[in-house]
């Protein structure tokens, strides 16, 4: 008996959904460890481990949204021409891809145990986060090899309803897993929220250095903040990314002034809504070197000013006859 040929169609119906399935795991894993890190950040990375707006989340979240169909129906439309053909069980392009599935499931099963053990033998700290990440990598290759390893013994072919709810099974999963994260990391108008109050942030820091270098030009603090413009070294004053008006400046004395901004939500320096800030540490000052003093960037939900003075001492006038 000759061996089926592969046709054109059921080789890029083989590639396609081995890609799509790949790209979806890693999708699905990215995802569920955001998720993670988000729960469980690391005291270790604090203010660097998660960013509630980063763009790996969408991405993350799109992928799988497009992804998570294509391969099941892709898998469904080969098992379909198997049921049709069986012959079409025997295509080298089946048996390459569904091996390289299992020794790929298998290898990531295994290197994920030994990641595990030797973080154990070195005594490393065991955080929460890290093992439900390591249970997540072993709960996905272990389910990956089980289903593509019945799949090279003819299982699903005998039992093509078990089949079929696999895949309702994985994209409930998948299903389950989009809208968590509504609940963990917030919605895409949140998340936009909490994006703007860091530009808002960043802005009111970057007001605040022009007016701390304006004082050290000329000795004085500037009566409103169009007198920092500068069209020649191209310093334009940043407004609100959402109102777009300006953001409130008052001078209240010879060395101290107040910066004032409309905030979606609480937060901090470090970006992120509920979580404590971020501790600075003080070196200038020799008697509290190393001492960590608290972020001077937290803010309410609304109007919140901050009340600046400049230390004549740390931030000397310049030297008129050096310019």
Same mark, same amino acid.
């Given at each position: ?34 998720? !993670? ?6 005291? %270790?990375?604090?203010? +660097? ?9 969408? +991405? ?20 379909? $021409? ?9 295509? /080298?392009?089946?048996? /390459?891809?569904?091996?390289?599935? !299992? ?63 696999? $895949? /309702?099974?994985?994209?409930?999963? %998948? ?59 191209? $310093? ?88």
């Amino acid at each position: 008996m000759d061996k089926p040929k592969v046709t054109p169609k059921d080789f890029f119906l083989w590639i396609g959904a081995m890609a799509a399935l790949y790209a979806a795991v890693v999708a699905f894993v990215a995802l569920i460890f955001d998720y !993670i890190n988000h729960a469980f950040p690391n005291p %270790v990375q604090y203010g +660097y481990d998660y960013d509630p707006y980063s763009s790996s989340i969408s +991405y993350e979240t799109a992928s799988l949204i497009v992804l998570t169909p294509v391969a099941l129906l892709l898998m469904r439309f080969i098992r379909r $021409n198997m049921a049709a053909d069986p012959t079409r069980k025997e295509l /080298w392009v089946r048996r /390459w891809a569904l091996f390289l599935t !299992i020794f790929i499931a298998g290898a990531t099963f295994i290197i994920d145990l030994i990641v595990l053990l030797n973080a154990y033998l070195q005594g490393e700290d065991l955080t929460v986060g890290f093992v439900l990440k390591v249970l997540t990598v072993l709960l996905v290759a272990a389910l990956g090899f089980m289903h593509f390893m019945a799949d090279a013994w003819g299982y699903w072919e005998k039992e093509p309803q078990r089949a079929k709810m696999v $895949n /309702w099974a994985v994209g409930v999963l %998948v299903l389950i897993t989009l809208v968590a994260g509504f609940f963990i990391v917030g919605s895409p108008q949140q998340l936009r929220a909490q994006k703007q109050d860091a530009i808002r942030l960043q802005n009111l820091q970057d007001i605040q250095w022009q007016i701390v270098n304006y004082w050290q030009l000329k000795e004085g603090l500037p009566a409103t903040l169009a007198e920092l413009s500068d069209p020649i070294s191209n $310093n334009i004053i940043p407004r609100d990314p959402s109102s777009g008006e300006p953001y409130e400046y008052s001078a209240t004395g010879e060395l101290t002034f107040q910066l004032c901004a409309i905030f979606a939500g609480e937060g901090d320096s470090s970006g992120v809504y509920g979580r404590p800030s971020m501790p600075m540490t003080k070196l200038e000052d020799p008697t509290a070197a190393g001492t960590p003093i608290e972020d001077n960037w937290q803010h309410e939900t609304g109007r919140t000013c901050f009340d600046r003075t400049i230390d004549p001492q740390r931030y000397r006038p310049f030297d008129k006859t050096a310019l």
